[in-house]
């Protein structure tokens, strides 16, 4: 069975502008290719586990700093209105995943029209890999 | 102006069963009445704070164990086959605030569906606030 989460960590996939950030539990990326949006990155932890519930103490204690300070370098690097965080329980990705969204400017306020918006057929946000690859770059630069 | 989150945190409002979780930075309780999903947690940081971004160390430090171990309770409380955790940037509540949404049995598969139907005007899951208090309960009862 194939696991994108897994795929990812042993870089048998590689994300638009490789790993940005890494440590004991966790590695964060940008979403892979095709890509429905610049600066949309993804967190996972590195053991292939399927519920938030079931992460170790170990995985709990980084998740709030490495969530944090994620969210504060998206947001800065790429001028983002707002960020949202969501972990949506695996479908069809059952390794654990956090998702980091960012609102750009221009694009339509609140969490649904954004989401619903970037996941539609219409991939109005769709950009090159170049463009991803900048965007990790860029939060790379402003990681704290 | 009216923040929800500061008015559960100073007791202004009182959700369904009261606070399930509570330590120096985080509070987690049953969403607000009228209720559109029995076990639709919020946890809320006790400082008004918009962005997750902005989070200090200290409360950083405590959400990743408050988060994992709200899951765990809650998936085993009710039996959920998911557990949906989403910060979705605050709007329209702009004091950050991470859903935690079950997915309970015969609801349908996806985070999207679960999402989109809790949240439409149909309202399918709405149920009273004392079938609320019971998951509060439940949750409380099972956490470790």
């Not at 790993?19 to 004991?24: L, N, P, S, T």
């Amino acid at each position: 069975v194939t696991c994108l989460g897994c795929d990812v960590i042993a870089g048998r996939v590689r994300p638009p502008g490789g790993v940005i950030h890494e440590d004991e539990h966790w590695l964060l990326a940008h979403s892979v290719s095709p890509v429905l949006l610049r600066g949309w990155l993804v967190l996972v932890p590195k053991r292939h586990v399927e519920d938030v519930g079931a992460l170790t103490p170990q995985e709990a204690a980084t998740l709030g700093p490495v969530t944090t300070t994620a969210a504060a370098a998206l947001q800065a690097a790429l001028a983002a209105e707002r960020i949202y965080v969501c972990s949506l329980g695996g479908e069809p990705h059952l390794h654990v995943h956090f998702h980091f969204i960012p609102r750009l400017s221009g694009m339509p306020r609140g969490a649904w029209r954004v989401l619903a918006t970037m996941w539609s057929e219409e991939r109005p946000w769709a950009c090159a890999d170049e463009e991803a690859e900048t965007a990790a770059e860029a939060v790379r630069q402003a990681w704290r």
